[in-house]
């Protein structure tokens, strides 16, 4: 059982959010921090821009260390078939010695979709694709054989080996702002990578509310039931610094997302404030929100350490 936990209180867990690398060398060197300032997880999103390609790179990077876990942040289920996509992350998984973390999600950026030739379909579609696809998926790192006649996949007798070396499988983390993706997540994920909703120019400012976090939690418990205690709710950090100046920087923010400043400072997607400030804002938001996952991006590793490595495990 992790140091400092409690029932129904899960202990933090922090994620480097690393995309980037120009040679081989710079990009071990960025996972060897990771792993030497204390953070649990390096992720790696999937979109087709100067980014490293992901899978690759998370190889790369459990290569380069020996505790550091290793996540998708997520896969795009439009961009791969799921069984060549299933036996990719089992090798991950082996390869890692079992720590890969699946994420999983419907795909939301057009510009991905245009640059692949490929259809960008209307949400509902997407959303069902992925839910047939996770299923499909899960079936595939647990049985044998799998015969499969869905709306949008069919298999005949497919295999995944090697196996993934979690048993049953690697954690699944099903990125999603929308009702029902997290409708999804809730009956079947791991993980809930909890996002705002988006809309093709961006996140739409009113899902990025603390209200609005409220809502779509206590949905996901609603529909989780008993299982909700089982499901680790993390959030993505877009902007985060440790700062004194607290009110000036999301005063800027306020002005990007046409927001109020206060729903600005009280959002779970931003982090700004001294070390003590941001240590009680997460803890506050842990003790109200239930999310104990936080991901944050690479540039505010090093000056998070220190906020890591008073919170991890505890």
């Known amino acids: 059982m992790p140091v400092g936990y409690r029932a129904g209180v899960r202990p933090f867990r922090f994620a480097a ?7 081989a060398r710079e990009w071990r060197e960025k996972a060897r921090e990771a792993e030497a300032l204390g953070y649990d997880v390096l992720l790696v999103t ?7 390609a992901p899978l690759p790179a998370l190889v790369a990077a459990a290569d380069a260390t020996t505790r550091l876990r290793i996540g998708s942040f997520v896969f795009d289920n439009d961009y791969r ?7 990719e992350a089992a090798t991950v998984d082996l390869l890692s010695d079992g720590r890969l973390e699946f994420g999983l999600g419907a795909g939301w950026n057009a510009r991905d979709y245009t640059q692949l030739g490929i259809v960008y379909d209307k949400p509902k579609v997407r959303v069902d694709r992925f839910a047939e696809a996770l299923a499909l998926t899960k079936r595939l790192w647990t049985e044998e054989k799998v015969d499969h006649h869905g709306t949008y996949y069919r298999v005949r007798r497919a295999a995944v080996h090697p196996r993934p070396v979690q048993r049953p499988h690697p954690p699944i983390m099903v990125g999603g702002g929308g009702p029902r ?3 999804i997540a809730a009956r079947e994920a791991d993980i809930v990578a909890f996002a705002p909703e988006w809309k093709p120019g961006g996140p739409r ?10 809502e779509r939690i206590a949905r996901i418990r609603a529909v989780a039931g008993p299982r909700f205690e089982r499901i680790e709710l993390n959030v993505i950090v877009f902007d985060a610094r440790v700062t004194d100046l607290r ?7 306020s002005a990007l997302l046409g927001s109020a400043l206060t729903a600005v400072l009280r959002t779970p997607f931003f982090l700004y404030g001294s070390r003590r400030s941001l240590v009680e804002d997460l803890l506050e938001r842990r003790e109200r929100l239930g999310i104990s996952y936080v991901a944050l991006p690479a540039r505010a590793m090093r000056s998070f350490a220190p906020i890591v490595a008073e919170l991890r495990g505890k």
Do not use: C, F
């Open 17 to 23: 959010i690393a995309v980037h690398g120009a040679t």
């Open 46 to 52: 999937d979109h087709i821009t100067t980014q490293l």
């Open 247 to 253: 009110r000036s920087l999301a005063e800027g923010m």
């Open 81 to 87: 078939n799921p069984v060549m996509l299933a036996k």
């Open 181 to 183: 993706m997290l409708g």
């Open 205 to 214: 400012p009113r899902t990025m509310a603390l209200g609005s976090a409220r």
